[in-house]
Structure formats: structure tokens, C-alpha cells
């Protein structure tokens, strides 16, 4: 009798997000679905041009956005940055025809002229920083998506790689680190993650640490 090896299973595919795709969709038609949802559903929506993406996150989805915020707010904190946080506030921009309830949204060099009040997406320049996280994939082309709206800075995170981009003329470039936090290298947020699937306080109290140890100058902050 001759044995055949079984083949090695194929890996799965992390699932971090559950995402339903409607094509040939207009302005009015996004606007009418927008509408109707509900303010306090899980999902979020995305349209593109005639493409509605509605995402519904899952847990390793919201670990993973959940722990980035809060690193960006340590490193807001300890340099003493001013900060407006957006979240996943609905950014609509009817003369491109594109709308989006990203991860996380927020304004930083651009906070004194949004703050105390609601932005006007019509007038006001788009938050300074946003970041996605896509474990799964998506038909959103998001850095033409993003660049197109002028965001200046874009964190793209599927589950493994953090990626970096900086708006110029008009196109993304990846780059090694953020232009927000130029002092952080990409290791310390895998790091981050990494200690906080453990223990999260630990991980918040590593990173302060981390920057006391090299910073100690801005320990008074």
C-alpha cells in the first residue's frame, strides 16, 4: 500500500473584519443608506465614487485600533502636543463623491483651527493624521481614496506590517516614521502591541518609560 503525504493546511487568513461590497451606487443612494442606518450600529461605511463598502470590525480589528490610539495618545501626551480627536466621525466630500467613517481621525498641527467646535468638512482642511486597519482586504483603494481628500498623513495596519504615509504632491510616499513622531521608530508600536496582547496597562507603562529613558528632558511635561 503506498501512503500518500497529506499536504501541509493551508494557513488561514487572519479575520479581523467582516466587509459587504455594493457597486454602482450613487451620491444620493450613499446618503439615503447613511441615513437610515442607525447612529449607534458597529459598522462602518466607506463609499467611493459608486462603490459602498460597509465594514463590520472584528475583535482583532478593534485590539489593534484601539491599542494604536491609545499609543498615539501617550506619545501626544509626552510631547506635549495639542490633539482633536475625530475617531470614526463621518467625513463627506460631495465634489469628489467620496465619504468615510475611518478607524481613527486625528488633527494635531491643524487643532487650533477645528477646535472647540464640529468640523466643517466643506471649509475645514481633513484631520492631519488618519489610520486604517484592514486584517482582511478591502476594494477600497485607500491611499489614492485618501490622498485624493489631502489627509497629510496615513497609518495603514493589517494586522502584521505598519505602514507609514506622507502626502507628497499629491501622492503617498511610505516612509520609515511618522512626521507627527519622527523620535518613534516602527518597532516601539510593535512592541506596544505585542506587550499589550499580555498586559495592556504594562504596555502603556513600557512605552512611557521607553520615552523617560530617552527623552528625560521632557519627563516634566
Known sequence: ?????????ARLQPQGERRVVFRGIDWEGYLQILEILPQSRGSRLIYDNGILEITMPLEDHEFA?????????????LLGLPMKTMGSTTMNYPKFKKGVEQDNA???????????????????PPPDLVVEVDITNTDIAKNQFYASLGVP?????????????QLLSGVYRECDRSPTFPQVPKEWLYDFLTTAREDEVGAMRALRRRWQTLYPESSDR
Request: charged share 25%.
Open 1 to 9: 500500500m503506498t501512503l500518500t503525504p497529506l499536504e501541509p493546511p
Open 65 to 77: 485600533r484601539c491599542l494604536i490610539e491609545r499609543f498615539i495618545v501617550i506619545l501626544v501626551e
Open 106 to 124: 486625528y488633527y494635531f498641527q491643524n487643532q487650533p483651527l477645528v477646535k472647540g467646535r464640529n468640523v466643517d468638512f466643506s471649509q475645514d
Open 153 to 165: 498623513e496615513l497609518w495603514r495596519f493589517d494586522g502584521q506590517v505598519w505602514r507609514i504615509y
